[in-house]
């Protein structure tokens, strides 16, 4: 019997394999998993063209807004080569309409000896455009253009209440390409960074929107589309993700609000030069050891000369530098103490030509109070 065993379950499994395989309704689909068919391999989203965040629409409404009242400024600057050959050198950059008759606010850099400035609208229409004024201290420039009609604008908002987190929007025109937008938050406030003309310029927005070179002098935008910093300058080794800063727009409002009073964008000068010394340095001066900033030279009938000011006496050298001593130390600007060497040029910095400015100094072992009466330097282009 165990003998014809599997010869039974044999003559089983081929009666039941020639069972399925005769039936007419088999399928392979009853014993594999059930494939649906579709047109696509894939899954389209619901409304895909119509639906967006919150966030999305946010920044496209801006986008659209912006768009229009963002300009291309291409400047040209003749220069002198090894031979004394002259040639022209163009540059880009970007800018934006505050009024309808055509004021636009971009970077001094972008438009500084320049010759002949065009600005291309965002319908492609170019224009030449004339230089109403500049603020090189706040890399600041004013121009013009007359398009023959009214033109959009940007809304100029408030820098003054902003708060790290918060969103921004860039707009310009990036390695020349036009209407491009980028978007961040505000990554810090009241940075100091160095201009391509080695001068300080204080009190940046850090911004991680991403700013390139050809963006300066663009709109940096807060969620309501209004402008609140001038795209400036990128800090970042070649190779690496810069870090983007802009100009205040208050700095820039200052401007305007003295070119409407004034006709014209003045620049004061004091016409002196200081170090800043505390601690040990100036005690071992013999100078108060809160510090402040020692005069180093008075220029001749400068503003600082004819109210004045001290410079040096005599020389000393301290740790391998020269610092001229004998002077006054100006500890007061304004009424509030000096804590930095930036003290002063961040008051400067709110004054025009003409102005006074009130000073502290430490004179002779006491201190005093002078008032200078600010100049006004020429326009720079």
Sequence with gaps: MKVLRPFLWAAILVTAFLYVTS??????SHFLPQVRSSAHLWDEPASAATTYSPDEQNNIDIYKMAREATVNITSRVYRQDWFFRVYPEQG????????RDG???????????????????????????????????????????????????????????????QKVLAIGNPFALEGTLTTGVVSSLNRG????????????????????????GGPLLDSRGNV????????GSQGSIGIGFAMPINRAKEMLDEFQQRGHISRPTLGITTYWISGDLAEMLKLPAAGGLLIQRVERDSPAAEAGLRGPSQVVIVANYQIGVGGDLIVAVEGQPVTGKESLQRVMDRKHG?????????RNGHNQRVTVKLGEAPQQL
């Design 23 to 28: 039936t007419g309704n088999w399928k392979l």
């Design 92 to 99: 880009t950059g970007s800018g934006f309409i505050i009024n």
């Design 103 to 165: 004021e636009i606010l971009t970077n001094f850099h972008v438009v500084r000896g320049s010759s002949q400035l065009t600005v291309r609208l965002s319908d492609s229409k170019s224009y030449k455009a004339t230089v109403l004024g500049t603020d090189q201290r706040n890399d600041l420039a004013l121009i013009r253009i007359d398009a023959g009609h009214s033109l959009p604008t940007l809304r100029l908002g408030d820098s003054e209440h902003l708060l790290v987190g």
């Design 193 to 216: 960074i160095e201009s391509e003309e080695s001068e300080k310029l204080e009190g940046m927005i850090q911004t991680d929107a991403a700013i390139n070179p050809g963006n300066s």
């Design 228 to 235: 609140i910093g001038i795209n400036t300058a990128i800090l």
């Design 354 to 362: 003409g102005d006074p400015l009130n000073l502290t100094v430490h």
